[in-house]
């Protein structure tokens, strides 16, 4: 026989459990879209994502500068007794007299000190279009790194769907085990009346209590899987341990009225990480042309203004202008061996588009399947579970009035309570049902659920 202050804990078990919750510091009061929001801004991967698509577009920035001239200034600073030096520097310092032709003094100078400041203009006219093709190359990069951030958000949203949904389905589950657990206490009060009345036997009682166990320990499962659920979103939503979370509405959708030839179409259109692979397919293209460019000449100009004396200023100064004109002409067969490689990169991307874009196609269509069987699940399991209401209803009535066996009230009420799982695990895999047809056709985007 129960204890009465132990029937009383098992009781109020939820309510201590909402009790300990109100302690938390703080309350966050939350619905699905305000969550996919919080999420956008505060988790961390999501974020990290971002600092990537910053580095892709300094990584840009930087190849286009290479386009410009460069501009560079120095001071150069020597001190030297060596005979080609110092007539050399003295010559720069337009210092040279007819004594210092003497051979004594040629071949045995004194020490000579030169500050040159230098000015020195350099620019690359023409490498035969390899920086042109660099800088399509990081504009390609650039663009798939924020495609790819596009898919990692969306897969976000996707968890944070699913975990949201999670939550809410466990929230179900537990206030259905409550009452399950709630009912196998009525039952052993109805057992034992019965039993006193010598309508019912010992065994009904016994097996009445083996119920009431089972339902205690599903009723704690559930609040152990709330908490894990709870504690998974606060991850997600980077939120500390002591934040109570609490879900102020149900998931939801916008339905689909798309054909499935019309889901797929879109989908190898709008995909962010298929539209990330083609970009990159553009990448191994302009990698074609900068290898190309090792078989094309090269012109660089550089210009340089320098001053020199022994000590810093801006006398006597010397300018010069160069011209430089390069082509390979021979490297060994290395230059060919890399625009085979590039073009072979160009294949290879273009064959990974071509099977991803086979996957998606695939990919939508079991998510369409799975969508359209999950409403049909939702619609027997709520028709299942007003029959199994019913059945335990009638059986009730008669077991009081002593027809019906205990063990017979005890299965119809187990399969009440499968039922009701069912029915829940249905009403919220419908939800998730569209939310991965949402992801698998590139459309889960935050939009979409205001």
Do not use: C
Request: charged share 25%; aromatic share 4%.
């Amino acid at each position: 026989m129960m204890r009465p202050k132990s029937k009383l804990a098992w009781a109020l078990l939820p309510s201590l459990m909402l009790a300990t919750a109100s302690q938390a510091s703080e309350v966050l009061r939350i619905d699905l879209p305000q969550a996919l929001a919080l999420a956008a801004e505060r988790n961390p991967g999501l974020a990290a994502s971002s600092e990537h698509v910053k580095m892709a577009a300094a990584a840009e920035r930087a190849t286009n500068g290479a386009l410009f001239p460069r501009m560079d200034v120095g001071l150069n600073i020597s001190r030297s007794n060596s005979a080609l030096d110092t007539f050399g520097t003295r010559l720069l310092q337009h210092g040279i007299t007819v004594a210092d032709f003497d051979p004594l003094r040629l071949n045995n100078p004194d020490y000579v000190t030169n500050y040159q400041p230098v000015a020195r203009l350099s620019w690359q006219l023409y490498d035969g279009g390899a920086n042109w093709a660099r800088a399509s190359q990081a504009d390609a990069e650039f663009q798939a790194s924020r495609l790819s951030h596009d898919t990692n958000s969306q897969q976000l949203a996707l968890e944070v769907i699913s975990t949201y949904t999670g939550v809410r389905r466990a929230q179900a589950w537990l206030e259905a085990s409550t009452r399950a657990r709630m009912a196998a206490e009525e039952h052993v009060a109805i057992a034992r009346a019965l039993k006193t009345k010598d309508i019912a036997i010992q065994s009904d009682v016994l097996t009445a209590n083996v119920y009431l166990l089972n339902a205690r320990l599903a009723e704690t499962g559930a609040a152990n899987e709330l908490a894990t659920m709870l504690d998974k979103l606060r991850v997600l939503l980077d939120q500390p341990s002591e934040v109570e979370i609490v879900l102020t509405g149900e998931p939801s959708l916008p339905e689909n009225e798309m054909t499935l030839a019309e889901l797929q179409d879109m989908a190898v259109h709008k995909r962010p990480d298929l539209l990330a692979i083609r970009t990159r397919q553009d990448a191994a293209e302009a990698g074609i042309g900068i290898s190309r460019a090792g078989f094309l000449p090269h012109l660089q100009l550089v210009a340089q203004q320098e001053w020199n004396d022994d000590r810093v200023g801006l006398a006597n100064g010397n300018t010069s202008v160069a011209g430089m004109v390069t082509m390979n002409i021979f490297s060994g067969g290395s230059d060919k061996a890399q625009l085979d490689s590039a073009r072979a990169e160009v294949e290879r991307w273009r064959l990974r588009i071509r099977d991803q874009e086979q996957r998606i196609r695939a990919e939508v269509a079991r998510s369409w399947r799975e969508l359209s069987e999950s409403r049909e699940r939702l619609q027997a399991e709520t028709e299942a579970l007003q029959q199994a209401q019913e059945a335990l209803r009638i059986l009730k009535l008669r077991h009081e009035a002593g027809l019906e066996r205990t063990a017979d009230v005890l299965q119809s009420q187990a399969q009440l309570d499968r039922t009701q799982a069912e029915f829940i695990r249905a009403r919220y895999d419908a939800v998730l049902a569209q939310a991965q047809l949402r992801f698998s056709t590139g459309t889960l985007d935050e939009e979409v659920m205001h």
